[in-house]
C-alpha cells in the first residue's frame, strides 16, 4: 500500500482519505473518535516520515563523499581554536569533542574506507642467523578481540626460560591451535622477553589490542589431544580469583558462586582444573581449583565448627503442623536428637559435586522436598500454603508417638498412635528419621512414612532439621533442599509484628509474640545452618513476605517437575 502512494506525504493523504471513507461504517463514535486519533496521530506520522525520508535516500544510494571524516572533524576543530571564540564555535567544538559524535564520525570512516577486517601489523623480519638460534622459531600472529589471549605463562626453573604453562581450553589461544604448553617464548609484539618476569610481560600482553605477535620456540611437549570433556559438577562454595593468592594468573580465573554448574574440561593439572560456567556464551575456560587442592585448603584453613545446637522449636502441635521439631529448650530431646543426626552424617567435603541433568519420567515418583530453616522462620507456615494449594498433589507424612489418644484424634490423620515398647523397638531398628521425647511421650518420623506418601505418586512436603539431610540424600529420595531463610532483622521486626509462636514447655503460655532474643537467635542460627549445611541447599527463599515466599516455592516445585535440573551422578545409578 505505501508503495503504491505517489511521493513524500502520500502515505498521510492516503490515511486522511481512509479515514473519510470509513466514516459511514462506524457503529459508535468511540469507534471514530479511536481511529481518528491513531491515523491522525502525531506518532505514527512521524513514523511515516522517517520512512518516507529512508525510501528517498535508498533510491538515491549515498556513498560517502570522503575517505576520513574524522581528520575533516579534526582540522577543523584546531582552525576554530585558532579564531576568535564566540559561542557558536564553542558549541561546535564541545560537540565534536562528544565521545559519541567521534564514535560516529570513526563508524563513518571505518564504512567509507570498508575496513570491516582488523589489520595486521608488518610480520617481524625473520630471525637472523648470527643469533645462532638452534631451535626453530615461529612467529604467531593472533588477532584477538576484546577477549584475554587465553594462557598463562611461568619461568621454567632450570632453563630461566619463559615458557607457556597453560592454555585455557576454547580461549583465543587454543582456538588458534598455534600456541602449545612448554613453547618458549621469545618475542612479544617485537620486545625481547626472555629477560623479563612473567609479571613484567602480563601487561604487555594486555596492552595488545587487536593482533598480538608471538616468536615462540616450540615445546618438545607431546601434543595432547584435546578430548571435550563432559564432566559437570555443582560448586558447592564461592570462589573469587581476585582474592586467591595462589592462583597463577588471577585473570585466568574462573568466579563462581556455590550453587553454579560449571563444565569441567581440563583435569590435567593436579592443582588447577579448567572449567566453564554452563550455559555461558563465553566459550574460553578459566581456572579452578582443583577438588585435591581446595580439600588440602579446606583441611588447612577449618576453623572450629561455629555451628550451635539446631533449632530452636516449639511443642508439637496437632493438626497441619506436623512436624515433630523439638524445643530448643529441651536438652534432653535435642541430645536423642542429634545422635540420630550424627549416625548418618558423613557428607563429603563441601567442594565439587558431580550433577547429571535430570528429568522426572512420568512412572518414577515425585522428589522428596526437604523443607529446613532456623525456628520460628515460617518452615510450617509455607509448607502449610503449599498443602493447602493442591491438597491432591503435596501431601505430608503423618508422625508416631507415644502419647494417649485423645477423643478427637485419628488414627493416621494426626499421629500413629503406638506403645512404648514398639517405639523403642523401633529406635533400635533405625526406623525413625528424627524422634524425641516430649514431656514423656516419644514422637518421630519414621522413614517408611515418607515411602508411603511418595509411593501414592504425590510430593512428600517435609520439615527437618538440617543435619537430617544427609540420612536423606540418596537416589530413593532425589530430596530437595529448600532452606527458609530470615530477612534482616528490621524486616523481621516489621513483618512478624502481629505473628505468635508456640511458646516453650518451660514457659507459661501455649504462644507467644517474637521477642528481640527469637529474631538474633533466627538470625544466627540461619548463619550457622548456611555455614555448615550450605552445600545441601539446593534452593534458598527469603521469608521477607510471606505471598512472594510462598509463590516463589511454588514455583520452584513445579519446575524442578517439569524442567530438565541438576542431580548428583550417584542418584542416576541406583
Ligand atoms: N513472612 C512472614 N511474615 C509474617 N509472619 C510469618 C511469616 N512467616 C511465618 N510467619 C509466622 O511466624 C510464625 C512462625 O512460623 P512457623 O510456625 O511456620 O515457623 P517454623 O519455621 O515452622 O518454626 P518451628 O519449627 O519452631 O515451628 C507463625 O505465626 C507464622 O504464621
Known sequence: MINQSSGPGGVCRLLASLLYGLESHMDTSEDSTFLQDMLMGNTLHLLIKVYDRLQKYKAQQPAPLLDSIRGLAQDLAE???????????TELLYLLSKPHVQAFLSVHDMVAQKEFDPRLPPLPPLPDYDEKEEDSVKIVCLVKNQEPLGATIKRDESTRAIIVARVM????ADRSGLIHEGDKLKEVNGVPVEDKNPEEIIPILAQSEGAVTFKVIPGTKEEQETIDTKIFVRALFDYDPQADPAIPC????????????????????????????????NLRAGLIPSRQLQERRVTLQRPEVLFHLPRVSKAFNAGLRRSFRLSRKDNMSQ???????????????????????HQ???????????LTGPSGVGVTELKRRILLSDPEHFSVTVPYTTRERKKQDREGVEYHFVSKHTFEKDILNHKFLEYGEHKGNYYGMSLDSVRRVMAESKVCLLDVEPHTIAALYSSEFKPYVVFVKPPSIERLRLSRRKAKVLASQNEQTATKFFTEEDFQDMITTAQAMEYKYGHLFEKVIINDDLA???????????KIETETHWIPNTWAHV
Open 79 to 89: 582552525e576554530l581554536c585558532a579564531v576568535v571564540t564566540s559561542p557558536e564555535t
Open 548 to 558: 512472594i515466599a510462598f509463590t516463589e516455592l511454588r514455583d520452584e516445585l513445579k
Open 169 to 172: 581450553r576454547g580461549g583465543a
Open 360 to 370: 522426572r519420567k512420568p512412572e518414577e515418583p515425585y522428589r522428596l522436598v526437604l
Open 250 to 281: 588471577k585473570d585466568a580465573g574462573l568466579e563462581f558462586h556455590r550453587g553454579d554448574v560449571l563444565q569441567i574440561v581440563s583435569q590435567e593439572d593436579d592443582t588447577w582444573w579448567q572449567a566453564r560456567q554452563y550455559g555461558d556464551a
Open 335 to 357: 541430645q536423642v536428637r542429634q545422635k540420630m543426626g550424627e549416625a548418618h552424617a558423613g557428607i563429603h567435603f563441601p567442594i565439587y559435586q558431580e550433577v547429571l541433568p
